[in-house]
């Protein structure tokens, strides 16, 4: 029988990663066509950082304690209907609605069923637990907004974070030249992505080194770096920005430039998942975990990404394999 309470990481209340604490909470309730799934890894995302301070999701959020999280990989438990395509035991990944709904830092997760797909089989629940937002949100910008494309030339800012280092290999899956911006140590891992140039941000300035780009994919909130990848663009080139506050003016001093730019938000989607899950499967893509944090240890774990500098993704281990 499935208990009625869990283990969690939640706030109580908004502001530091010391506001992240373990609490026993009621097991969320599978409704409608959600899935109720044990979770086994849990994605660490940057926006889960903001949420936890009220900012953008979190300054949503109506009820506290308040489980954070996103992303997750884990085991389904129930389904809608005993038909339903998703069985009880199926390994599975995919995203939550927080903060709508619970988090996935917490032993259950209650998720609608067309945000979750069937796990890639070659990789572990920690490592797929790495994937869905940040490949999700990889994919919407470089694949169905940037419509990435042979001979197409793409700045990706930032190209060996969570987003990036998948915007990387699906720019370069789709035949983009990719030119990523990255550290001296991660300059010959990103190439092995595929990116065909790297810039050190440590010692250039991308906007020195490069030039007539078609399309920028910015994953930097930061207002000086998104005023400098416009003037990379060739006329009518397209920026990307990743959710950020200064997106609406960055539209404006794009248009006046006769460049074009525009923000993005990922969309959970169990079609797209199941299409990456089957890169993953064949190799074409793969999920870096750069570190890897018990559930208990998910104020460390933030404080890690708030430092900056990783590789590919954080993960919190919620059970056992």
Known sequence: ????????MVIEEVGGPDRLVARDVPRPQRVGSEVLVKVTAAGVNRCD????????????????????????SGVVVETPYAAHPLRPGDAVYGMGTFPR?????????????????????????????????????????????????????????????????????????FGAHVVATGSQRNSGWLRELGAAEVVDYSSAEFDRTTRDVDVVLNLLDDD????RSLAVLRPGGLMVQAPSSNREALVGRAADAGLRATGFAVTPDAATLAVIGRLLDSG??????????????????????????????????????
């Open 1 to 8: 029988m499935t208990p009625t309470t869990m283990h969690a």
């Open 49 to 72: 950082v903001e949420a936890r301070e009220g900012r953008a999701d979190g300054a949503a959020l109506a009820t506290f304690p308040a489980v954070l999280g996103h992303d997750f």
């Open 101 to 173: 709904g619970g988090g996935s830092y917490a032993e259950y997760i209650s998720v609608p069923s067309m945000s979750v797909a069937r796990k890639p089989a070659s990789l572990s629940h920690v490592e797929a637990a790495g994937v869905p937002l940040a490949a999700l949100t990889a994919w919407g910008m470089v694949v169905e907004v940037a419509k990435a494309h042979e001979g197409q030339r793409m700045l990706i800012q930032a190209g060996a974070g969570g987003v990036g280092h998948f915007a990387v290999q699906f720019a370069s899956y």
């Open 224 to 227: 000086e770096v998104a005023t």
């Open 284 to 321: 074409d893509v793969h999920v870096y975990v750069d570190d890897v944090y018990d559930l208990a240890d998910a104020a460390d774990a933030q404080r890690r990404l708030e430092q900056g500098h990783t590789r590919g993704k954080l993960v919190l281990r919620v059970a056992d394999e």
